[in-house]
C-alpha cells in the first residue's frame, strides 16, 4: 500500500478545520485551502483553542500541540494541493462547487492520490463521475465536533477499488478513529438515520408537541442521548441541515427528508444556530435562553 505522508484539505468550516486538526495531530504535513485568510486565521484560533483543551487534560503533550499546529499550513491556491497524497474536502453541501474544485485537482494530481469527500448528504458517485479517478474516489465521513468524535464512516460507490478503500480505511485508523464501511447512499449510515430524526423533532416543535427544552430533555434524559435534537441542530447549524435534507428529500422523495417549513424560516431569518449565535437557543446568555420563534 501506498504511504501516505501529505494530507490535503479542501474548506476549513466547523468540519474542514478538525478534519485539518486531527491530521496533524497524527503527524501529516496538512495544507488547507480555503477562499480567504481571514477564514483561516478564525479556524487555526479554534484548531488551537481545541489542542489546548487536550493539553490542559493531559491527553497530548504541550509540544505535541505546538508539533502539530507547524504542520499545517494554508493556501488560497486549490493547486498547492496537487503533491498530497489524499485530499480531504470539507466545503458546503454544493455538488458543483464541489466538482468544480475536484475537476481543476484531478489532472494536477499524482496517479496514486486519492480523493475524499466529507459530503453528508450528496453522492460519492456525482463526485467521482466528474473525475478521472473513479477508481481513487472513496467518501470519509467525519462528525462534528470531529477531534472528540471517534466514528469516521468510509464510503465505497461503485467505482472505487479495492485499495483505495483499504488505503482510506487505513488512513481512517491512522488519525486515531473508528471506521465503519459504507456504501455509497445519500446520506449512508448516521444521517439517513439521524436526519429524519431531526427534521421531526423540528416538526414537533411546529406542531406545540412540547416546549423546545423539554423535547431537549425528554431525549436526553429518556434516550440517554448526549444532546436533545434541537440543541444538536443548532451545534450542526440549521443552513447544513436544510441543505442536508433538501439533497435527501431529492434523492430518495420520501416525506421523511422534507425540510420543515419552519427549517427554511429559521433558516431565512438567519437563525443557523451557534455559528450565528443563536438558533432554538440564544447563545450570548449564559446559560443560552430559548428562542421565542412565535409559535
Ligand atoms: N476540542 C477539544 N475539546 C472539546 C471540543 C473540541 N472541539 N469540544 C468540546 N470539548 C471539550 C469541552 O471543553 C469539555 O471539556 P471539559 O469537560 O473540560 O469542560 C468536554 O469536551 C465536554 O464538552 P461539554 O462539557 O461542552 O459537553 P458534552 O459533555 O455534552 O460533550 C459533545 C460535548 C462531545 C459534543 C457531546 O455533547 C456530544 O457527543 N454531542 C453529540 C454530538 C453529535 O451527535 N455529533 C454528530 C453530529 S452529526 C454530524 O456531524 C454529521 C454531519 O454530516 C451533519
Same mark, same amino acid.
Not at 484539505?9 to 466547523?14: F, N, R, S
Given at each position: ?34 477562499? %480567504? ?18 493539553? /490542559? ?6 509540544? $505535541? ?23 480531504? /474536502? ?27 469527500? $466529507? ?42 477499488? /479495492? ?14 478513529? /473508528? ?5 455509497? $447512499? %445519500?446520506?449512508?449510515?448516521? $444521517? ?83 455559528? %450565528? ?19
Amino acid at each position: 500500500m501506498t504511504e501516505i505522508k501529505r494530507v490535503g484539505v479542501l474548506g476549513c468550516g466547523l468540519m474542514g478545520s478538525g478534519i485539518a486538526q486531527v491530521a496533524a495531530t497524527a503527524g501529516y504535513d496538512t495544507i488547507v485551502r480555503d477562499v %480567504s485568510q481571514e477564514i483561516w486565521d478564525r479556524a487555526r484560533a479554534g484548531i488551537e483553542k481545541s489542542l489546548t483543551k487536550f493539553v /490542559e487534560k493531559g491527553k497530548l503533550a504541550a509540544a $505535541n500541540r505546538d508539533a502539530a499546529l507547524k504542520r499545517l499550513t494554508f493556501t488560497t491556491a486549490t493547486a498547492d494541493l496537487q503533491g498530497c497524497d489524499i485530499v480531504v /474536502e470539507a466545503v458546503t453541501e454544493d455538488l458543483e462547487l464541489k466538482n468544480a474544485l475536484w475537476k481543476e485537482l484531478d489532472g494536477r494530481s499524482g496517479p496514486m492520490t486519492i480523493f475524499a469527500s $466529507n459530503t453528508s448528504s450528496l453522492t460519492i458517485a456525482a463526485m467521482a463521475a466528474a473525475t478521472r479517478r473513479g477508481d481513487r474516489f472513496v467518501g470519509l465521513h467525519f462528525f462534528n465536533p470531529v477531534p472528540l468524535m471517534p466514528l469516521v464512516e468510509v464510503v465505497r460507490t461503485v467505482t472505487t477499488s /479495492e485499495e483505495t478503500f483499504r488505503r482510506a480505511f487505513a488512513f481512517a485508523q491512522s488519525l486515531g478513529k /473508528e471506521p465503519v464501511a459504507a456504501q455509497d $447512499n %445519500s446520506g449512508f449510515i448516521v $444521517n439517513l438515520l439521524l436526519v429524519p430524526y431531526l427534521l421531526d423533532a423540528i416538526r414537533a416543535v411546529e406542531h406545540g408537541v412540547a416546549s423546545v427544552p423539554d423535547i431537549d430533555k425528554a431525549m436526553q434524559l429518556g434516550c440517554g442521548y448526549p444532546m436533545g435534537p434541537l440543541t444538536l441542530l443548532d451545534f450542526v447549524g440549521l443552513d447544513t441541515t436544510y441543505k442536508i435534507a433538501e439533497i435527501m428529500f431529492t434523492e430518495y422523495r420520501e416525506q421523511r427528508y422534507a425540510p420543515p417549513p419552519l427549517l427554511k424560516r429559521m433558516v431565512l431569518a438567519g437563525l443557523t444556530g451557534r455559528k %450565528s449565535g443563536k438558533g432554538f437557543y440564544d447563545y450570548s446568555a449564559d446559560p443560552p435562553k430559548v428562542v421565542d420563534l412565535g409559535i
